[in-house]
């Protein structure tokens, strides 16, 4: 689990419409840190001179300084096209400080309009950043070549981006014996040969376009490379996301770790409009008191950095260190075959805690899929006690009750909470027919107790006409004189403020925007509450269900702040819980972890919820571990 911020001053580089040769954009910074500065190369665009024929813009490399890696000044042109193999822009230069000199590498155009023989890497060597020696490094098409700032085994190694006007582009590696073999010609021929057994492949999907990014970083765990990924690069919903990889120290053909998906995507305006919309691609990095900074280019046209507590990046990304732990007794429940309304599913729980006990309610459905709300008592948040023989809920209105034979229909993912004396109930009903709304239910905390289940107060729609919502409930407590209703409308979180709990007088009529799906990551495709927000010492614990792309639900985290229970503080940039286990990946509804509640216990959190909507399970985790995360 772990936290990807960004820097509040972002973006911290920016084009100047006064000078010519920056006056488009000012993006993709790579950085170094010499202890004293830190020195910042990018890509500059600007208008072109004396280039025939004229284009729209043209690419120099620009250099900033800076003392605290966020304030940037002394800004000047580093260098600009001088030699026939580069005369059409210099691009998205990477440099690393490497046995006395510095090398920065970047993308050479020698054709105009663009296309892959005109595009190679190249490469300007300097002591001073005033005189440089140029040379073009690949005879073959390729971009972004990083060179890792020490030796290892003795061998000069690069790595780089082969054929990425061919896509999907590849991520290669070459190792050389002296320095001067970088722009060898009778070397990457030679290399080239058998180029794709130097390739290190790190994609999910064959389709998947990767790039590399910013220079690599040693640590005491490996080394760290950000790269590029692109999601639907053959679609015109392109998304460019940042990912991260580990790899041995003595041997970058063992990858100790790697991110699950991407850790940053457009969200932020900066991010989402400019010369090329909808882009993150991160260039440069390094490590400063714990925290991995990373530099990106926004959009085309701005740079920016974000930052990630080392700690919980490394926890996360190497595999064995599980944050969140499945109970070894999962599924705690499962369908009974001698219970008719309750044979075919139990899944998507809520649970409470009362007097000691953890009643779980959770969702049953018989071979006629009518959906009604069972219960499981726990001691330990583990172990069942008991489990009711009859549901403690049923349909009971015509907005609820089956239209269609054997369709699905009934009292779907509850989520209860206690106010003062009350249980209040809400969840999904849904007939078949219409779109599925928002009831809610009360029962006192005594008639629940006693099991008095004919108490349940007849059910009333929140939702307003025409609505689709799902995934509700009420944060146990007032401000400013009103309660905060969360549920979820289209694909976003929203709230609504309440004057009171009387839902015959006050109905759901407006949506404040809480969250919204990341497109490219994890949960880009849609949100969910997942169950009632939790309060801590350090906020309100918000746990959500995304959805990505592909239709997989997985778990995610967020912070609110304690007088101000809309105002997001973090949000996780990974889920807490995905799908992994034989019950959540096969069911009947594949790749499925839906939670509809949580309690605390001491120092743990016990998540509940479904398996592929078919069984019930648990997991638990530090809770003062999910809070750092979410801080740090």
């Known amino acids: 689990m772990f936290t990807v911020r960004r820097n509040e001053h972002n973006p911290i580089l920016k084009p100047r419409p006064q000078v010519s040769w920056e006056c488009f954009g000012a993006f993709n910074p790579s950085v170094i ?218 041997n970058l053909n063992i990858v100790l770790g790697c991110t699950k998906g991407p850790m940053l995507v457009p969200e932020e305006s900066y991010e989402k409009n400019g010369v090329v919309q909808n882009v993150t691609f991160p260039t440069g990095g390094y490590i400063d008191n714990d925290y991995l900074h990373i530099y990106y280019g926004a959009a085309d046209t701005v740079g920016a950095r974000a930052s990630v507590y080392l700690k919980h990046f490394f926890m996360t990304i190497i595999p064995g260190n599980p944050l969140v732990e499945r109970s070894i007794h999962n599924p705690i429940l499962a369908p009974l075959l001698n219970n008719p309304w309750e044979s075919k599913a139990v899944f998507n729980p809520t649970a409470i805690e009362i007097n000691g006990k953890i009643y779980i309610l959770y969702r049953a459905m018989g071979e006629d899929n009518t959906s009604v709300v069972g219960l499981a008592i726990s001691l330990d948040g583990v172990t069942i006690e008991e489990r009711l023989p009859v549901p403690i809920y049923k349909p009971r209105a015509p907005f609820e009750e089956k239209r269609i034979p054997n369709g699905n229909s009934g009292c779907e993912d509850a989520r209860i909470v206690r106010i003062k ?62 309660f905060l209703f969360i549920h979820r409308i289209g694909i976003n979180m929203c709230a609504d403020f309440l004057p009171s709990l009387d839902f015959a007088k006050n109905r759901v009529n407006k949506c404040i925007e809480i969250m919204r799906p990341r497109p490219g990551m994890w949960d880009g495709k849609k949100l969910g509450l997942a169950g009632t927000p939790l309060k801590t010492e350090r906020g309100w614990l918000w746990l959500y269900h995304g959805i990505s792309p592909r239709g997989t639900y997985r778990l995610g985290a967020a912070l609110f702040d304690l007088k101000d229970p809309i105002k997001l503080i973090s949000r996780l940039s990974d889920p807490i819980l995905s799908p992994e286990t034989t019950y959540e990946l096969h069911g009947q509804v594949d790749n499925v972890v839906f939670p509809c509640g949580a309690i605390i216990r001491g120092d743990t959190l016990y998540i509940y919820y479904g398996g592929a909507d078919s069984v019930t399970g648990v997991a638990m985790t530090n809770l003062k571990q999910l809070l750092d995360a979410l801080e740090k």
């Open 33 to 250: 840190n010499d202890g004293k500065r830190i020195h910042m190369v990018y890509r500059a665009l600007g208008t072109p001179e004396l280039i025939e024929p004229k284009m729209p813009d043209f690419s120099t490399v620009g250099y900033a300084v800076s003392d605290d890696g966020v304030h940037f000044n002394d800004h000047r042109q580093l260098f600009k096209p001088e030699m026939e193999w580069e005369k059409f822009g210099c691009e998205d230069p990477r440099i690393t400080f490497f046995e006395g000199k510095y090398y920065i590498f970047y993308t050479a155009l020698s054709k105009y309009p663009f296309s892959a023989a005109g595009i190679k890497i190249a490469v300007a060597v300097t002591t001073d950043f005033v005189t440089f020696e140029k040379h073009l490094v690949t005879p073959f098409n390729g971009k972004a070549m990083v060179l890792f700032p020490k030796r290892i085994n003795g061998k000069i190694v690069v790595m780089f981006s082969i054929h990425t006007d061919m896509p999907p582009a590849r991520m290669a590696i070459a190792e050389l014996d002296d320095i001067e073999h970088l722009w060898s010609t009778k070397f990457w021929e030679k290399w080239y040969t058998n180029w794709q057994s130097h390739t290190v492949d790190i994609r999910r999907l064959p389709e998947d376009h990767i790039e590399v990014g910013a220079v690599p970083i040693e640590t005491e765990k490996g080394w760290v490379v950000l790269y590029s990924h692109v999601e639907n690069y053959f679609s015109d919903q392109k998304v460019f996301g940042i990912e991260a990889v580990l790899f041995d120290k003595n």
């Open 421 to 482: 004396d009350t249980l209040y109930m809400t969840y999904t009903a849904y007939n078949g027919i219409e779109s599925p709304k928002v009831a809610i239910s009360t029962i006192s905390i005594t008639d629940f107790e006693n099991r008095n289940w004919d108490a349940w107060s007849q059910p009333i729609i929140i939702t307003p006409e025409g609505v689709d919502d799902k995934d509700s409930s009420i944060l146990p407590e007032e401000f400013n004189k009103h």
